[in-house]
């Protein structure tokens, strides 16, 4: 654990800075936290001496440090700046707790807990070094562990030349929580590899090349108002449509009925009054096939519902978000191959896991950049219950200089 204390300090340092996105700042970066953070490690980029050090309107913050070892592959690390808006503080207040076994108390003023019967996890970590939440917030390991990870192997490849390592690349960017915004802004012109990694999962071992194909769909529908007393024949009610149309998707193809490779519809929100109702819903698949017959099938339903509602004015928008990075897999497949090897040679049992979600890999995929992804070493993402063993961090560091150690090989 030669790098704990320095991984540790670094990740406090990091979440000290509140960087929730926000998804409705129509924006990149949606929040000036991200960009604050940004600075911060741009400074620290340039105090280690890194090369091509840019920050851009979008707080993108991308550096080079070129390779030793002629012929070894150029790889490029991607980490995001933001934490996700969920109804928590912004703020993170981390405390560091030697865990001995049972229940921990995260907030003892506010009589915040983490029950080992709801969070069985925690047993794995008996006798471990762990931060934690003060339990009114999220913890930010999701992805500041991944930050600090990837700036420890920074600082440690400029101060032991005698790695060898290829062209490094790492980009520090935005707003992945709410759209992948900032990977799908990134200049890959400039940022140039042969194959990169995100780090934006959870426990020792966990291995993602597998990610859902990812749409929204936006139904804004029209009525027509009328005062109930003369309403016959007359009113449409936009809240009936767009109830006609949730209707017309399986009550069993939602997140709460579905996990492996199952695909779902998930209407999360709705915005209503006497004239007009708009609709949002996500759609999700890992199959590209299975994904594109559900877009087919959504401009089904509103055709349909026209022809039943014909005085009611319904648009709809559907939006391509990101895509399955396994879909953008050609005949190379060393990237992820190394992933195994580098777990194998450290002892840590892989464990690949088809994510029900999407990572910045997953834009950067299919825009010609394979990049897989493995542990934080963090636990229960987006919730007050995260938590980041120490152990853990190390690993996943440990996974980070096995491969560039692998890949200079
Ligand atoms: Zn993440």
């Avoid at 562990?145 to 690349?169: E, F």
């Avoid at 935005?174 to 990977?183: H, M, W």
């Avoid at 996500?282 to 055709?303: C, G």
Wanted: with cysteine; proline share 5%.
């Amino acid at each position: 654990m030669k790098f704990a204390k320095e991984l540790t300090e670094r990740f406090l340092r990091y979440v000290a800075i509140p960087s929730e996105s926000n998804g409705r700042a129509g924006v990149v970066p949606s929040s000036e936290g991200q960009r604050e953070l940004a600075r911060l490690l741009e400074g620290e980029l340039r105090e280690m001496g890194l090369e091509e050090i840019e920050l851009d309107e979008h707080a993108i913050l991308t550096a080079r440090l070129p390779g030793n070892k002629p012929g070894a592959p150029a790889i490029g690390w991607v980490a995001h700046l933001d934490t996700v808006p969920v109804s928590l503080s912004p703020e993170v207040h981390p405390q560091i707790l030697h865990y001995e076994g049972g229940d921990v108390c995260l907030n003892a003023e506010k009589d915040i807990w983490l029950r080992l019967a709801e969070h069985p996890e925690l047993a794995e970590y008996v006798g471990q070094d762990i931060v934690f939440t003060d339990g009114t917030s999220v913890l930010g390991s999701d992805d500041k562990a991944a930050i600090a990870n990837v700036m420890t192997m920074l600082s440690a490849l400029v101060a032991d030349k005698s790695i060898p390592h290829g062209d490094i690349r790492v980009a520090f960017v935005p707003d992945e929580e709410i759209g992948l915004c900032g990977a799908k802004l990134m200049d890959l012109e400039k940022w140039k590899v042969d194959f990169a990694y995100t780090i934006d999962c959870c426990s020792v071992g966990e291995i993602v090349y597998e990610t859902f194909n990812a749409g929204s769909v936006l139904f804004e529908i029209e009525g027509v108002t009328a005062h109930p007393m003369s309403a016959k024949g007359v009113l449409v009610n936009p809240l009936l449509v767009g109830a006609d149309i949730m209707a017309c998707f399986d009550r069993k193809q939602t997140p709460e009925h579905t996990d492996g490779h199952d695909g779902y519809w998930w209407f999360w929100g709705c915005e209503a009054n006497d004239s007009r109702c708009t609709l949002r819903m996500n759609i999700r698949d890992h199959s590209k096939e299975n994904y594109e017959a559900r877009k087919k099938y959504v401009l089904d339903v509103v055709d349909m519902i026209r022809v039943r509602h014909p005085r009611a004015k319904i648009d709809v928008t559907l939006t391509d978000v990101y895509g399955n990075i396994i879909d953008a897999l050609g005949e190379d497949r060393g990237p992820i191959d190394m992933l195994y090897q580098a777990c194998d040679e450290l002892g840590i049992t892989p464990k690949t896991i088809a994510m029900r979600g999407g990572t910045d890999g997953s834009v950067l995929s299919v825009r010609g950049v394979l990049t897989p992804n493995y542990f934080t070493g963090g636990l229960n993402f987006h919730s007050n219950a995260e938590f980041l063993p120490i152990p853990s961090l190390c690993k996943s560091h440990a996974m980070t200089m096995k491969l560039i150690e692998l890949a200079a090989r």
